[in-house]
């Protein structure tokens, strides 16, 4: 079966078929060198539509796939893969941004970055809802628990963190 992977190691960003080795897309929104991306799993779909039309009615659904990055330009983006088009951008953070992965409920975003915070981003609204200075150090990674209200997060600092969402 053909698939399609992620090639990031500078800007712009590009998803090959990997069958074909055909680029389908390049994503060009970022500034600065991209640290991470991450797929948003089917559950997002829905918030991510709501927050599509919240800042423009007019706007159709779309199915994704969609994908979150984080890039030492301090931003996060969202893009709509079957467009290429950034649909949503996140600013806050005041260093690199290391790590950025969908909440399993798919309403939210959480990262983590070189300015020592661990992020919550209601992205319908574009904001953040909650910051918190999570190590001594840069925050390089971060993961959510499977099945259980926590989420991890490593740092320069040689800790890892294990924080409960609530």
Known sequence: SSGINAEW???PG???EIATKECKVELREHDHVVECV???PEVC????NEAIQAENPRAGKSEGPFLVSGSRDKTIKVYDVSTGSCIISLIGHDNWVR???FHPSGKMIVSCADDKTLRVWDFKNRRCTKTIAAHEHFVTCLDFHKSSPYVITGSVDQLCKVWECR
């Open 99 to 101: 790590q950025a992965i």
């Open 45 to 48: 779909t829905s918030h991510i």
């Open 38 to 40: 991450s797929w948003a």
């Open 14 to 16: 590009r998803i090959w």
């Open 9 to 11: 190691p500078l800007r």
